[in-house]
């Protein structure tokens, strides 16, 4: 055994003599980490999250959340003279005048856009391999907080500049609180300190963007880091994995080095993009005023689809009493702006619980699913997806039809087709999709994979030769495990049905079940090929 130098030992032992953390340390170090490359999204989501706490608290050094009036006279000669608010003043100064300002400025907003792109990519695999069933269902809704939270940030973040596009964000944001029926008024005037834009909107919003809402996401991130290593990571299905092992490296030294090189990559990424390729040049769309819009103005990709569905919605509008002086319930603004985004959420908060209701399952799982052995849930999550995709397109429609050269009413009258067929045709292919993949699975195991050696036989019929599969691509397909479900409502010769099932609601409720469980392609029933050579396995 090697001993360690003096000016290591001796430090590490005046600490565990007051602090006792030895053997917290030795248990933890040796804890395994399972691998898969999708694991690292996670990660991604993380180190970028650190990266926008760093450069975020650079910015606050210059950045003046003030919406006092100023004339600008810094070094950017086309708004020499022009009047605009501290906040934007402040702003150019960061990008014109603070060394590496505008490198920090850009790493920022790249990093809020990785940032928010790894989450949801990182959602979606928890999704797709169902790892948010038992015991991780709270880390699950602890997860959707923090989405939610995320979205609040970038937008309260992308309002704080006070540039032209800021503002219109910020208009559409009033717009949308306005619409809320009976308090939509009060809550603007609140939110606004009086009328619209009023002069507290800035430092309220910077508040909320570099304290509170910063505040809860470190919060949400430990205890969600704290419930991942207490109930272990999920691993994918493989040779030696079981629902009681874990199989993969240990923190110290493997996991560690890899994790901190893939922090670095990360770093370097959003450093290499901050130099090379510009990000909100907010000098090119001048200070923000209430009168005024650009057009092809975007806002940051995770705010698309809310823009998309805004588009998407007629002009519908209840005049109550058939008066607008009564009050008007501007339907046009209330359901796109909050219809997607409750949809969204309430779906993904009900998943879990509505999959365990149907399928009666209540045992732990610690082997991840691949995405094709739960049809009914990949299917569901693609038309998800698609709904969310065909809104974030939308919120770009003016570009679309500007680039392919089509009506603009065009692009809206066939999104709003789209968005109900485009979710159901995505649910349908993505089921025919696993399935066959199943379907392939199947003839993994029964007749073994493609050698790449083509054989004629006596009759003259040319045939390539299959070998049986690797043991690691064996125990990977074996890992399949049939999605559970409920037994018939009620079995052969059975007079009684199960008292679940003795509601209409029970009833229904098997149904589900049985379909979601449903078609299965088994692994062994594989046989029409039964007949083709398998050359034997090379050890
Ligand atoms: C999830 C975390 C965060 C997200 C998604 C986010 C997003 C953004 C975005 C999109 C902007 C506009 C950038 C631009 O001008 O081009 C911004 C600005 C800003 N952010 Fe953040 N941010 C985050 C965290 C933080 C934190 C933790 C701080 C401070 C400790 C911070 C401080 C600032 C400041 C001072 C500005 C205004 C300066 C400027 O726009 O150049 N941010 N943020
Ligand atoms: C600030 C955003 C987030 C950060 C920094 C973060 C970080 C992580 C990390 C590092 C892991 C372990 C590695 C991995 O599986 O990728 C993990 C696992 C997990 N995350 Fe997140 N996450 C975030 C958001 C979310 C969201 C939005 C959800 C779902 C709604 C979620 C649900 C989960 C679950 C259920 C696990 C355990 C997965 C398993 O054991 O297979 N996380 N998270």
Known sequence: MTTLPKFITGPSNFLDERLGGANFLKRNLRK???????????EIALYSFI???????????????????????????????VEMSAAYASTLEISFEVRGGLLMRQMHHWAALLFVASLVIHMLRVFFTGAYRKPREINWLIGIGLFTLSLFEGLSGYSLPDDLLSGAGLRITQ???QSIPLVGTYLSFFLFGGEYPGVVIIARFFTMHILLIPGL????????????????????????????????????????????????????????????????????FGPYTPADI??????????????????????????????????????????????????????LVLYPFLERWITGDRSEHHIADRPRNNPHRTAIGMAGVTFYGLLWLLGANDEIATFFHISLNWTTYIGRVLIFV?????????????????RSDASVIGHGVESGVIKRLPHGEYIEV??????????????????????????????????????????????????????????????????????????
């Open 466 to 539: 299959h070998s049986p599969p690797s043991e690691d691509i064996e125990a990977h397909v074996r890992g399949k495990r049939p999605v559970p479900m409920l037994p018939a409502a009620r079995g052969a010769g059975e007079r009684v049905p199960p008292r679940y099932a003795r509601t209409l609601l029970g009833r229904l409720r098997v149904k589900m079940s049985r379909a979601y469980g449903g078609e299965e392609i088994p692994l062994d029933g594989h046989r029409e090929h039964e007949e083709r050579p398998v050359a034997k396995r090379e050890q």
């Open 294 to 347: 650009s057009a092809g103005s975007q806002p940051d990709w995770y705010m698309g689809f809310l823009e998309g569905s805004l588009r998407l919605m007629p002009a519908w509008e209840i005049n109550m009493f058939g008066t607008a002086n009564a009050g008007t319930l501007p339907l046009s603004v209330l359901i796109p702006a909050l219809l997607p985004l409750g949809l969204i959420i309430t779906g």
């Open 217 to 284: 996401l470190v919060a949400l991130i430990t205890a969600h880091l704290i419930l991942m290593w207490v109930q272990k990571h999920t691993q994918m299905p493989g040779k030696g994995r079981t629902n009681m092992n874990v199989v993969g490296a240990p923190l110290m030294p493997a996991f560690m080095a890899k994790s901190g090189a893939y922090m670095l990559f990360t770093l370097a990424v959003l450093a290499g993009l901050a130099t090379f390729a510009q990000i909100n040049p907010i000098w090119l």
């Open 51 to 81: 990266i926008l706490l760093l450069t975020g608290t650079f910015l606050t050094f210059w950045y003046e959340p003030s919406m006092d009036d100023v004339i600008y006279n810094g070094p950017y000669a086309p708004l020499r003279g």
């Open 422 to 438: 485009g979710p159901a045709l995505a649910y349908f292919i993505s089921y025919r999709i696993c399935l066959g993949l199943q």
């Open 175 to 177: 717009g949308v609180i």
């Open 32 to 42: 395994i980490f399972p691998d898969h490359w999708t694991f690292l999204l996670g």
